[in-house]
Structure formats: structure tokens, C-alpha cells
């Protein structure tokens, strides 16, 4: 049997992922109609609307009617709103067997199933869209998910990253065939790692030459650059026109005005990351990278990052998405980056709420699917017991989560 045969046989009509951006999946059975009702909504671009209903049919938002009926999910105790998207994960970095962390990327049976479980809390956290950006094994992940053979978020990645090493990372044509291979392998998005370490002081690896190489040429291929950044890496990612910046630690006002005035996106980490690192500081410590110094330059940096989402908030236009860079033991509990950031750093609650909604969408180009809840879009839509604007720990209690129409979780009676 030829495998073109196969595949109708089996009923799988999904779309082949293509080399470039996210390709959503269309549903082959006909499109069931869902009616949610809501007291509180938020349409994830800083909107509340009140005591209305969502319509949903097949993958799809398509009607805001509050005369709609009759009642599928009855969501009047809780607060609704676009699923969460988070900006950078590395959803296949797990601990091992001897419960220490095992890095990213492995193929061993356990590592994949490890993976596989972190695709499903993750979504149950709420997250239905995340970006993971680090290693290749996100490929099968992405693939298997994106065809509905695995609950997990939706998942854009970046196959290979771009290790900047100074010069020994190759001249600026080599740099331009590396961006082009990665998107012959799958690639959605290019991640650039322009800084060391910041546990090793975060000086730049890449030159400014290079960093305009590998900016451009994913630019010309059709991908976006994400770019693990500090202190003057952050001006040159920027001036190198690349699309956004992680990390973004040490940077000055003058780099962040000049983000602001270029439109580059900046995903900051006001907190997860580095307080998941310190509570599990007895499974890192002794794996690669992670020494006593390290620890004890990340309670410094940890200060650093408050100060710098708290700065960041201040400048005028600058457009900050929601990341947490989790990594093993942070994982399904993505949503505590939210916390950090309003309590630790002075966010406000609705401007953390909507970068991980409508700007988290359009940092990945991708408003016109996902991020807000209004017609036409995709039916990622999440629920939370109580109200995040007047507490934000609201944001650990997600009791509803739709992904595509599809209902993974509800306890909400
Ligand atoms: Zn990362």
C-alpha cells in the first residue's frame, strides 16, 4: 500500500507541517456547535465584557452573542478568557531518572514520554499556544500534537539554536546556510543566542556583523528571530533588527527606547526561571552549567530581572510578551511568571494578562488566529476560579481549558 493510501485510510487529513510558520490543522469531522456562557470575559486585548456567550463551531470562535443558546458550559462563576500563550519554554527539558537535570532534547523512552506529559500539564496550566525554542526533539512533539495524536499547547519551535562562540561560530555566509538549514528542518522561528550565560556574566558572543547576518537571512527566509540576549546584546539584536528579545537582563533605558521605537518585542522573566532554578537548586547543581558561583550570581540576577520588568513597564510602546523560559521542575506551572511579575515587579494585572494574549500573537505574527476571543479566531479558551485583576494568584486555579473547540479539562462545578 502506497503511504498517500495509508493516510486516507487512516482518516488523517491533517495538513503535512510545512518548512515555514505554525499550520493549523483543519478539523475533517463536520464543525459541533458550543455555547459558553460568561459573567466576566476578557477578550485578551485588555477588554472586560460582560454577561455575554461565546459561539464555537468545529475549531473556531464565530459569534460573541449573548442571545446565544442553548448552554453547553455554564462559565458565570469564573473568569474567561483567550488561552495563554507563553513565548519561551523548553518543553522538552526534563529531570532523569536520578531525579537530576537531564538538559533538553533526549530520545531515550522515558525522555520522550516525560516530554509528552509536560506537552499535557502545560495545557492543563492554561497554556494553549507556547514556543519552544532550543533543541529538535520539539519536532516530533510539535508534529504529533498539531495532529491531535497528543493533548499539548500548540507548539512553535525553533529546531537547532544559533550558539554564538565569537568568531569560531562562522563567518556571516556560513551563519546565513546555518538559518536556512534550520528551516529545511521544520524550523518556525530562529533562536539566536547572542550572550553567554548570565551566571557567567551574559558579554556577547556574536558580533554585530553576525547578529545582522543571522537576523536577515531568517528575515528573507520567512522567520522570525528570537534572541537570548543581555546587556549590550540587547542593542545589537535590536539594531540587527531582529524580531525579539529573551532575557533582555542589564539593559539600559536607551536600549529599551530603542526597542520600543523599532517595534522589538521584549519577553523578560520577572521570576520563575530563576526561582525554579534556586528551589531545586540539589538536582541542577553538578549538571552542566550549573555551579556553586552560578547559584550565587542567579539570587543577584533574580534582583536584577525585578528591576528590569519593573523599568521595561515604564517605557512608552515597548512591547512585552509573556515568557518563562521554564525548564524541568517549572513545567505546568508556567502561570506563576504572572505572579511574579505583579506582585514583584508592579505589572499591571490586565498588561500581564494581554501579553500573553493579543501581544503574545502578535509577536508570533499570528493575531489572526489566536490571542483574543472574538469571531473567526481559534477556540482557545481558558477559565479561572476568581478573578486575576483583584488577585492574581487566580491565575494557578484554571479550571476550563478549550484548545482548538476541543475541551481538555473541566472542573468547573
Ligand atoms: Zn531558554
Redesign the pocket.
Known amino acids: 500500500m502506497r503511504a498517500s493510501n495509508l493516510l486516507v485510510l487512516t482518516g488523517v487529513f491533517f495538513v503535512v507541517q510545512a518548512a515555514s510558520s505554525y499550520v493549523f490543522p483543519q478539523n475533517p469531522t463536520p464543525p459541533k456547535r458550543i455555547v459558553i456562557s460568561a459573567s466576566t470575559l476578557f477578550d485578551g486585548k485588555g477588554h472586560v465584557l460582560r454577561n455575554t456567550r461565546i459561539v464555537v463551531e468545529g475549531s473556531k470562535i464565530v459569534a460573541i452573542d449573548p442571545k446565544a443558546g442553548p448552554v453547553d458550559y455554564d462559565l458565570r462563576e469564573l473568569t474567561v478568557l483567550p488561552g495563554w500563550i507563553d513565548a519561551?519554554?523548553?518543553v522538552t527539558w526534563i529531570f532523569g531518572k536520578d531525579g537530576k537535570n537531564a538538559g533538553q532534547g533526549g530520545t531515550t523512552p522515558e525522555a520522550i514520554y516525560a516530554a509528552a506529559s509536560i506537552a499535557y500539564v502545560t495545557l492543563m496550566a492554561g497554556f494553549t499556544t507556547v514556543q519552544s525554542?532550543?533543541s529538535p526533539a520539539d519536532i516530533p512533539l510539535r508534529d504529533a500534537i498539531a495532529r491531535g495524536s497528543l493533548p499539548g499547547p500548540r507548539i512553535i519551535t525553533a529546531a537547532e539554536p544559533l550558539f554564538g562562540q565569537g568568531e569560531r561560530t562562522g563567518s556571516p555566509d556560513q551563519i546565513r546556510v546555518f538559518v536556512r538549514k534550520q528551516k529545511e528542518a521544520g524550523a518556525d522561528v530562529i533562536?539566536i543566542f547572542a550572550a553567554a550565560s548570565i551566571r557567567q556574566g551574559g558579554n556577547m558572543t556574536l558580533s554585530q556583523e553576525q547578529l545582522n547576518a543571522a537576523c536577515d537571512e531568517a528575515k528573507k527566509v520567512g522567520l522570525r528571530t528570537v534572541v537570548?540576549a543581555y546587556k549590550d546584546a540587547v542593542r545589537a539584536a535590536t539594531l540587527a533588527g531582529c524580531t525579539q528579545i529573551?532575557?533582555g537582563t542589564m539593559a539600559t533605558d536607551d536600549d529599551l527606547k530603542l526597542m520600543a521605537h523599532k517595534g522589538t518585542y521584549l519577553d523578560p522573566q520577572a521570576g520563575l526561571?530563576i526561582e525554579n532554578y534556586l528551589d531545586n537548586k540539589e538536582r541542577y547543581l553538578g549538571t552542566p552549567g550549573y555551579t556553586e558561583e552560578g547559584f550565587a550570581a542567579m539570587q543577584r540576577v533574580l534582583s536584577l530581572n525585578h528591576e528590569l520588568v519593573r523599568r521595561a513597564s515604564k517605557i512608552p510602546g515597548l512591547k512585552i510578551v509573556f515568557?518563562t523560559?521554564a525548564?524541568a521542575g517549572a513545567h505546568g506551572r508556567n502561570a506563576e511568571e504572572f505572579i511574579d511579575r505583579v506582585r514583584d515587579a508592579g505589572v499591571d494585572p490586565m498588561a500581564a494578562m494581554v501579553s500573553a494574549n493579543s501581544l503574545g500573537a502578535e509577536a508570533m505574527g499570528l493575531t489572526d488566529q489566536i490571542g483574543s476571543i472574538a469571531p473567526g479566531l481559534q477556540a482557545d479558551i481558558i477559565a479561572l476560579d476568581g478573578d486575576p485583576l483583584k488577585d492574581i494568584t487566580a491565575v494557578r486555579r484554571v479550571v476550563f481549558v478549550m484548545k482548538a473547540g476541543v475541551v481538555y479539562k473541566n472542573a468547573s462545578h
Open positions: 519561551h519554554v523548553h525554542i532550543g533562536k537570548h529573551e532575557h526561571v515568557g523560559d525548564v
